[in-house]
Nanobody, 128 residues
């Protein structure tokens, strides 16, 4: 059974950086489409960045929400069975609980209903 565990969240000042990690057990991540999502209080869960599988069935392509393009980077380390989200130039509006999620389906959209397995989330707070 696939389990996902996020880490790397915390408190950072505006303009700072954090790197979130999503470590998987029970399944090999390179066969899966992986997404990072976030949810702020009173708001819907939104797709931040997604990456397609890298096992040959897909090309490892990536998606970024407009609000994070040029600031966030998603990447895989298949040897560590981990997906990362490097977040630079953080803004107060990036404050949220960040979740990683996975699906065995080919990448179509970076929206929460398309993803089946979820981690517990990690809090990111951007504040001075």
């Amino acid at each position: 059974q696939l389990q996902l565990v996020e880490s790397g969240g915390g408190l950072v000042q505006p303009g700072g950086s954090l790197r979130l990690s999503c470590a998987a057990s029970g399944f090999t991540l390179d066969y899966l489409t992986i997404g990072w999502f976030r949810q702020a209080p009173g708001k819907e869960r939104e797709g931040v960045s997604c990456i397609s599988s890298s096992d040959g069935s897909s090309d490892g392509s990536t998606y970024y929400a407009d609000s994070v393009k040029g600031r966030f980077t998603i990447s895989r380390d298949n040897a560590k069975n981990t997906v990362y989200l490097q977040m630079n130039s953080l803004k107060p509006e990036d404050t949220a609980v960040y979740y990683c999620a996975a699906t065995g389906r080919l990448f179509r959209r970076c929206v929460a209903p398309d993803y089946d397995s979820w981690g517990q989330g990690t809090q990111v707070t951007v504040s001075s």
